[in-house]
């Protein structure tokens, strides 16, 4: 509730299409997260990858298509193509795989609300590189977000402890 407060209040006080299309993919994410750290407990983490992109595959090729078609390109210099191929291979592939299995040996719940963080991380980021203000509306955000993370974090390891017959880890 509180990010969806704070993407109004940025977003000029109201919601736009944009709005219910990114709330559409993070539902999509969270559930391939889920699915992908399921199965990656049984397949691994790099195999599970590779089957989804290769799943996937056709349903990107379609629109990759009409978009190449549709652009006229000039030169695209050396350094674009080296930060593309970073992204593409170290930081979604490698990174997807050490997330998976991250997910697979810590457990979808527990590693998952690590995702939260990611926004945080990513606006704090561009305030560093970008120098992007950091304005109250982020720190309140941000600080709900973190305390919420922590609280079913913590909630989890009691209720664990309690299913188990062993008291919760107060430290």
Not at 28 to 57: D, H, K, N, P
Not at 116 to 140: D, H, K, M, N, Y
Request: proline share 4%; glycine share 10%; net charge positive.
């Amino acid at each position: 509730m509180a990010v969806a407060a704070f993407a109004i209040y940025q977003g000029g006080r109201h919601i736009e299409l944009a709005d219910g299309w990114l709330v559409l993919a993070m539902l999509s994410v969270g559930l391939a997260y889920v699915e992908g750290g399921r199965v990656s407990r049984a397949f691994g983490g790099t195999a599970t990858l590779c089957w989804a992109m290769i799943l996937l595959a056709p349903l990107a090729a379609i629109p990759l298509v009409v978009e190449v078609h549709a652009r006229t390109w000039g030169t695209i210099p050396w350094q674009a193509w080296t930060g593309f191929w970073y992204a593409g291979v170290v930081s979604m592939f490698l990174g997807s795989v050490a997330w998976y299995r991250g997910l697979a040996a810590g457990g979808i719940a527990r590693i998952g609300q690590l995702n939260l963080a990611q926004p945080l991380l990513a606006l704090l980021w561009s305030a560093v590189l970008l120098g992007e203000r950091i304005t109250w509306p982020f720190v309140v955000t941000a600080f709900v977000v973190i305390a919420s993370m922590a609280v079913c974090i913590k909630s989890r390891v009691a209720v664990a402890a309690s299913a188990a017959g062993t008291p919760p880890d107060t430290r």
